[in-house]
C-alpha cells in the first residue's frame, strides 16, 4: 500500500520549470507512463479501503488498573453485539484526570467512572454520604461539558475494612470497634490521609494494637492470612475478597464516600449512534460487588484473558 500511494504522490507531482537538471525530468517521466490502468485500479482500491478504515466507531475508554480493563472490555463487547461491530477500544489509558481529559476531548466516548472519585478528583469538591447526592452531584456537574452519568452498574469500590471470618463475630465498625483492639495493616496513603485513618479512628473510636503497620497494597492479604495483622484497609472489589475466608465490616456510619461505579458517555455518541443509550443502559444493576469481586479475579489471580472474562459475563448475565 505505501508503494502504491508513493506511486499516486509521484503522479501528481508538478513538472520542472525548463532549465532545470533533466535528471528528474526523466525520472518524472518514467512515473508517468508506469501508471496504467490496471496499477491506477488497484490504487483506487488502496485508497478506498483506507477510507474504510475511517469508519466512525463508538470509541470506549478505560482508566489502568484490573477493574476498568474488565469493565471496558464488557462494554465494547456488549456494543459490539448490539451494534454488530463499529467498536474501537482505548483501554489502559492512565489515571482519573487523563481519561477525563480523553472524553472530554472526544478521543473517546464512554467508559466506566466512579461517582466519589468524579466529585473529588475532578470537581475538587468534598462528597456528601449520601451515594444518590453525590450521583446528583456529578450529573448536574458533568452535564455542561455535555456528558451523562447513566444509573449505576451495581457496585462501588471503596475502602473495605477487611478482617479474617474466624477473627471475630462483628459484622460492621461499630461493633468492631467495641470488642477489642486491632493489628492494623494499610496502604502508605490510607494510613496518612485525612479521609484515611485519622479520620475512620475518629469516627468510630476504633482502638489499635500498636502503630498501623503501613506495607504495599500487594501485601495486605498476606499479612492478614499470616496473622501479622487483625485488619486491613482493602478496596471493596478486589478479587482476593472473592477467595479468602475474610469479610469486609460494614461502614454503618458511612464515614468512606460513595464511589458507584457508572457509566459516563459523550452526548454527541448517544446523537450519533441511535440506540446506544439503551444498549449501555442495559448494563445498569447488572453488575453487584461479588460479581465484580469474582471478575477481578480471574484477571489478577487467574490470569485469564480478558476477552474471555468479559465474554463469560455477558452470556451469564444473558446480554450475548
Known sequence: MRRALAASAVSNKAPLAPGTDSEPRRG???????????????????????????????????KNFTEQLVLGEIVAQHLENRLHGHVSRKLDLGGTLLTHQSILSGEIDVYPEYTGTALTA?????????????????????????????PPLGFENTFAMTIRN????????SE??????????????????????????????????GSPKTMDLGLLYQALMRKQVDMVAANS????????PLKVLRDDRHYFPPYEC???????????????????????????????????????GLHRPVKEIARGFLRSSGLN
Open 166 to 173: 474466624d477473627d471475630s463475630p462483628a459484622t460492621t465498625l
Open 262 to 300: 457508572a457509566l459516563v458517555v459523550r452526548e454527541g455518541a448517544e446523537r450519533d449512534f441511535p440506540g446506544i443509550r439503551a444498549f449501555l443502559l442495559e448494563l445498569s444493576g447488572r453488575i453487584d460487588s461479588q460479581t465484580m469481586r469474582r471478575l477481578n479475579y480471574q484477571l489478577d
Open 237 to 244: 472489589t478486589d478479587g482476593m475478597l472473592s477467595v479468602l
Open 122 to 150: 475532578v470537581l475538587k469538591q468534598k462528597p456528601p454520604s449520601d451515594p444518590a447526592k453525590v450521583l446528583d452531584l456529578v450529573r448536574r456537574s458533568y452535564k455542561p461539558w455535555g456528558l451523562e452519568w447513566l
Open 28 to 62: 518524472f517521466g518514467c512515473a508517468r507512463k508506469s501508471l496504467n490502468r490496471p496499477l491506477l485500479l488497484v490504487i483506487a482500491i488502496l485508497l478506498l479501503s483506507v477510507g474504510c478504515t475511517h469508519e466512525r466507531r463508538i470509541r470506549v475508554g478505560s
Open 176 to 209: 468492631a470497634s467495641q470488642m477489642r483492639s486491632w493489628r492494623l495493616g494499610a496502604g502508605y496513603e490510607f494510613a496518612h490521609r485525612p479521609d484515611g485513618l485519622p479520620g475512620l479512628l475518629a469516627t468510630y473510636g476504633l482502638k489499635m494494637s
